[in-house]
């Protein structure tokens, strides 16, 4: 069997790259490991302009009601569990931002049936083994389905198998990674309980509980996303973090207790997974120019706030375009060019951050425009380095004057 395109990954990055291939008379085939809908490990937080990647507006094939379970339009902040700062993302009637809230079981299902809907392969349950760039040129894939074996060829190949996918390990990409460490846990919810901020349309975000971290909880219909993790700004982190299980278990239980959740903690279920913060330019194809990656594989991921689905959705439209173009031996500049000086002010900002969480929460998470600022460059209104820079100048200043008062005193 010979394809077109195939894509390993039926994740927003390869589902979309197959769906844009399809519709444009390729044969592609869909690979995803697991039978879906399948769960997946995420919080499941949107920027609404994902409708314009999606092209929702355009095609109508596809319902955003179908999976959006919530549309957050306020932030509520805190620092250990403390001094909450519950602002909206839209001051003005200047922007109409929000985010979606998602189950990516059903995120991703709908993806990817929309993808086999307009003609792509959809091969679920089909977990790859091996990846053979051949002397022609070709991409030999061999995968496993139900015991037995397939193998197929392909002109190009997108991987898009996420932070652990065995292709950029076969093909020998991103050998230098950054990982953050996240856990959440969904944890059933009658919305007619609990603190009064907790609403269908309020985010929450905790910034004092865990060093170089925050916390998180995600409304969904009929349940919390509740999750915690540890932000990493070094290349290949082998730091071990004696008791990491347990402390980001017990920062999710505390969170739930500072909102008056009822829950049993014998019952929660915990999901643990690392994240790929983008950590500088790298290449995301091989040398050949018939491997790509995108999405997690190729560490699109914010390292300021850890987002990575918009990011994903982008690249995978992007690799599509450089396939029907022809344009394939650009597609690492096209990404670079358009992630990397946002993601790098991005991480320039996380430094100052992370490091000083409880000062800049005081300075900057608490002034009124700064949940704007947040929701605008999530859904990129704005970027980092317009930011990034003024931001740091401030919190600089701040520090001096601090300084200043404490000699005094």
């Known amino acids: 069997m010979h394809y077109d395109v195939v894509v390993v990954g039926a994740g927003p990055s390869g589902s979309v790259a197959a ?14 490991k697991h039978k879906l809908p399948r769960h997946k490990t995420c919080g499941g937080g949107i920027p609404m302009v994902a409708a314009d990647i999606l092209e929702f507006n355009e095609l109508k094939d596809l319902a955003p009601e179908a999976f959006i379970e919530c549309d957050t339009r306020y932030m509520r902040h805190t620092f250990n569990f403390e001094t909450p700062f519950l602002m909206p993302m839209n001051v003005s009637d200047n922007t ?26 959809l091969l679920d349950e089909h977990t790859v083994k091996q990846i053979t760039c051949l ?15 397939w193998v197929a060829t392909c002109d190009k190949l997108v991987g898009a198998d996420g932070v652990n996918g065995i292709v950029a390990r076969q093909i020998g990409l991103r050998k230098e990674r950054s990982l953050a460490i996240a856990m959440e846990a969904e944890v059933p919810h009658d919305w007619k309980s609990g603190h009064p901020d907790l609403r269908p349309e309020v985010l929450h975000l905790e910034f004092g509980a865990v060093p170089k971290g925050y916390a998180w909880v995600f409304p969904k219909s009929d349940h919390l996303n509740v999750g915690a993790g540890f932000f990493s700004s070094k290349k290949n982190e082998k730091e071990e973090r004696t008791g990491t299980k347990e402390f980001l278990q017990n920062v999710i239980c ?18 643990s997974y690392p994240l790929p913060l983008w950590h500088g330019q790298n290449t995301m194809q091989n040398r050949e120019g018939n491997v790509f990656l995108s999405g997690d594989a190729a560490g699109l991921v914010n390292p300021f706030f850890g987002d990575g689905i918009l990011h994903a959705l982008r690249s995978g439209k992007i690799v599509a375009t450089c396939i029907l173009e022809n344009n394939t031996v650009n597609y690492s500049k096209i990404i670079t060019d358009t992630f990397a000086d946002n993601f790098n002010a991005a991480l320039r900002l996380s430094k100052i951050f992370y490091q000083w969480p409880s000062f800049c929460y005081r300075n900057g998470v608490n ?28 919190i600089r200043e701040a520090m001096r004057l601090g300084r200043r008062k404490s000699s005094v005193n």
Request: hydrophobic content about 40%; overall charge neutral; glycine content about 4%.
């Open 135 to 149: 002397p022609d040129g070709r991409v030999q894939v061999e995968a496993h389905h139900n015991g037995e074996t």
């Open 19 to 32: 769906w844009k291939l399809a519709c444009n008379g390729l044969k592609v085939a869909l690979l995803e």
């Open 254 to 271: 505390n969170y739930l207790t500072s909102l008056n959740v009822p829950y049993n903690p014998d019952e929660l279920i915990y999901h």
């Open 96 to 121: 109409n931002l929000s985010l979606w809230m998602v189950r990516r079981d059903i995120f991703d299902n709908a993806l990817a049936k929309r993808a086999e809907a307009s003609g792509a392969e």
């Open 367 to 394: 002034r009124p425009s700064a949940t704007q600022t947040a929701t605008m460059l999530l859904c990129g209104q704005t970027v980092f380095p317009d930011v990034t820079d003024r931001v740091t100048k401030r």
